[in-house]
Structure formats: C-alpha cells, structure tokens
C-alpha cells in the first residue's frame, strides 16, 4: 500500500552465539504505516532491537523482503543503505551518541551537511529543531556539558532534522529517569502528531508504550501480540 | 563528500587528545627539521665537492686535443683564434680561460720534483682556484709574465721560497726537452694539499715561448650557478671544434660525480628512513585514535555517513597533523641552519675533508626543490600511513560499534 513505510516479509535472522546459532528473528510478517507510533516490546533476546536493526539497514536478514518507503532494503550496497538513512531515516540511540568535539547546534546540523544543504538553511533549520525540542538556548553547548536528558533532545533533534519518513528509536529512555523519559515521550508523540512523523521505538519500558499508539509484542523472534490486529479482530 | 564538515571533525579531534597528538607532532617537527638540516649539509657537501671539481682547471665543460688525457704533453696540443670566445649569453657564462698544461721537472738548490707546469692568464683565471687563492708574494700579473706561482707544500718539499729561482724542464714542441728558470713571484696556499704539490703556474706566453709554440692544450668554460645548461655548452663547443674531444666536468672528475650522485641517494635514503620510523608511530597513533572513537565512527555509519567519507577523515587528520608538522619542520630546521651561520668548520679533519674532495668550511646549502620534496613526500607518507587506520575504520560495522 502506498501508506506503507515498512513492509517486513518472512523476516528471518539467525546470530551464532559461541558458534551456537541464535534465531533472532523467524519468519516475521511486519507492516508500518504512516504515522503510525508504533512500540516494539519484549523481554531481552525476543528479537525487537534485531527488528530494528534490520529495518534501519544496519543488519542484513538471513531470509525475507523488507521495504522501507518503497524501497527494497536487500537490493542496496553499503553506500546506498547509507544514502538511504541519511535521507529516509532518523536514529535515537540508547546512548545518545553526540559527537563530543562538535556543539549542540553542530550535532544536528552536521546531518543537514551530510545532506549536502547550504550553510544558511542548515542553520536556521538546526535552530528550529533544537527549539522545537525546548533545548535551544544550549545551542552552542558541547554534549559534555549537557545532561542525559538535555543530550538526548539533541539527539532527538538531529533524529528529525531531515524530516525523516521513518524515526527509529532504541531503547531512547533507557538512560533517563522518569520524569524526562516522560517529558521526551510526549514530545515524541507530539511530533508523531503535528508533523505526523512515523515511530518505531524498541522498548522494554512500560511507559514508552504507554505512549505508543500500536504495540506489538515479540517474543522468541516472533510477533506474539500486535494490538493493530487485536483492534482489526 | 562533505569536506567542510570533515575538515572540522579532522581539526576538532586533534584537539581531542592534545597531550598524544602534541607528541606525535614534535616527532614530526623533529623527524622533518633533522631532514631539513641534513639535506642542507648534504647539498653544501655535494656542491662544494661540484665546485672543487670544477675548479680545479676543468670548468663545466672543457676543450682537449684527442688522447690529452691519456698522454697529456704538448704534442696534444691544438691552436685557438685571437678573438674566440664561447658561443654563451654573458648572463650565463661566468668565464672561459685557454692554459698549455703540460708535465716538466721542477729543481730547487735541494729538491726536485715532477708537476704539472700550467701557463696561463691569470686575468682569465677568476674561473678556477687560481683566481681565489691567497698568495704569499704576488700573483702572476699578466699572460706574459714570465715567473711562476707554485704552491706552500710544494715550496716546502722544494725547500724553496719566494724570491729564489727555480729550473724547470719540460718537452718543447719539437720534441727536445727545454729547461729555465723562474723566479718564484709568490706562494699560493690552496684548499688542498694536492693542488699545492701539483700545479706549478707561470703565463701562458711564457711557456707558449719555452715550448716554442703558440698552442693551447686545453680551454675550460665555466657557466654561472650550478653549470645549468652544460649540455648545451658542450654541444656548442663540440660542433665548433669539430677534430676535438669536449668533457664535462663529470667526464673528466669522474669520481667527484660519483659522489655527487652518492649524495642525491644518501639524502633519499636518510629521508626514508626518518619518514620509515615517523610511519609507525603515526598509524600507532591513527589506529588509537580510531578504536577510541569505534562507537562515535560506529554513529556516523549507521546516520548516513558514507565509508568513503570515514576513509576521508582518518586520512585528513594524518595529512593535517603531518602538514603543520611539516611546516614547523621546515621552519625549525631552516632557524637551525641560520644559526650555522657561515657553515661548520671542518678543519679539524683537514685531511679526511680533503680527500673526499671538499674544502675545510662546509656551507649547508637549502634548495625551494629540496624543501617541495620533502613537504610533498612528507604528506604521500602522511596519506599512506592513515591507509590502515582508515581501513580500520571503515571495516567497523555500524550496529556492532553501537553495541559496544
């Protein structure tokens, strides 16, 4: 369908763990789209990071079609995955993952050039994106001197700087307490509601899916629960 | 390829471990001065030796009868024109200078001694050591002067002086031997021994007289400079005496040119072997670098960044550390040899300075071509030690660096 942005068919991946094979994911049937906020949940090892790895073109699957925003994600070399998640894509990582020599601004704005965009518009567009997110008065602050909760707005902010189709988020509250896991959520949803940016966060905290319009549960590599199809049935 | 962006991240991460990268770029400084300082005193070697040589009554290029060298008497001898002169623009000929050099006896009340007896005129002779040595007594004043120079060494040997006289006896162009004498007009003391027990000097009208003939059997040509367009010269001299042998200064002090290559090679040499060592500390140091940032490169990968623009800032943080090294290189080895001043002096080991064909002061000598070379060689080895790193790099996967 043409509101698809993910599309994972018979999805399979297999890690070998000690020369021990781990089936991280089995054959999962998988549809996001647009707009959606969606959850990925489970206990550790259930497959949900490996999900997201996969659909963010960080991780290859063994078996199985995935197609993000209509493009089929097996077909692409390194360099053109990489072209495709500077353009389609934004990443929240666990950890943040700001580079600590460039500045706030800087840490958002450096996604914009590897967009190639003029310095003006890379700018201006930075700025807005740091105040959408309440963190622009620390423009100029390099992430050491930024806290958790500060950083990971950042992150937040170069996340949607390119006005991704799809967000990705890992884990995003796993280092913040809960009131700024709870001030970073409703900001989350509001830009899945005013700007109808498309989520999907792998979790184990209970209120990011809380938050999440459609959870879905994984467990041993597999769909157990999708609360789409448990509202369709 | 966001260069601007990589320039910025390059520049920001030197900074990021000042103490190990200010390390890494006092080895280059030093590594880079300590190239600087030795090619100096390498070309000052190698072109003092040029200038000996070519001094040395040979010029750049040099006019002989056909077998002179192998039989040097005054039946190899040939005639030149009045009014010749070389066909060289006068901003690229220093000056040329026609001698009789022939070998003859010479005797003192107490000595005697075989040399090489040298007529010459001393107007022309700024082009070889004759025109700067220092002389006790006086130097030869005209072609037609009729006494003779001869050097202190060989004044010793001949238990002679200046003032006294002197019989030399030399073939005459009959074939007959002819003997007279001179009054010896001065005392010259050269750069080397050998020169001041060979030559023995007197005007080339004089000794034309004695041999009885107007001959010459040699003309040397010395260009400015370093003997820049000697081919050329060569060339002309060749088709213009067509019936006789014309050698350039390489031909005819063949050992001399050895060494001059000898010092092109040596420099090099030195060079890799600075730039050898440098090597492995600057990927030691690039490897560091990039296992300390694998989650940050990691990063980089998984927003978009492509493995081409990694490559590209590993290897711009190696060229950046290694170019301002370069230059503080540069610099500090070019205040080095200011402080060397007028050069080192090497009297001390006269004899040993002597016999490679040098002269006691050794001029460190710096070349823009010099300079060019080792900045532009500097950075290729820069560039092909962050080769490695750079592949280290790029072979990090992105999901397992953010594991990390």
Redesign the interface.
Known sequence: MADDVVVCRGVTRTYQDDAVPVLALQGVDFTVTKGEFVSLAGPSGSGKSTLLNVIGGLDRPDAGGIHVDGVHLNELSESELSDLRLSKMGFVFQAYNLIPVLSASENVEFILQLQGLPAAERAERAQAALDALGVGELAHRRPGELSGGQQQRVAVARAIVTEPVLLLADEPSANLDSNTTEELLALLRSLNETRGVTILAATHDPMVMSFAKRRVQLRDGMIAEDSARVAVA | M?L??LT??SC??L??HKRRNLMLLSAIVVAVAGVVVLNSLLRGFQYDMQEAAVSNLTGHAKVLAPGYLDDPSIEKSFQLAKDWRPDVADDQLEGWAARIRIPAVIMSERETRGVQFVGVDPQRESISFLGSVAHRGEALQSAADRRVVIGESLAEQLDTDVGRRLVLITQGADGLNREAGFRIAGVYDADGENLEKIFVFTGIERLQALVDAEVVTEVSVKLVGNGAGESSIKDSLAAFFDDLDVLDWQELEPQAAAMFLFADAAMFIWFLIMMGALIFGLVNTLITAVMERI??LG???????????VVMQVVMESTLIMAVGVVLGILVGWLFILWLGEGIDLSRWAEGVEMAGMRSLLVPRLFMNDLVLVAGLSLFFGFVASLYPAWRAVKIK??DA?RR
């Not at chain 2, 990063?299 to 623009?309: H, K, T, W």
């Open positions: 966001p601007k962006l910025q991240l920001r991460n900074f990021r989650k940050e990063m980089l990968r998984a927003v978009g960044m492509r493995p081409g623009a992105p999901l953010l």
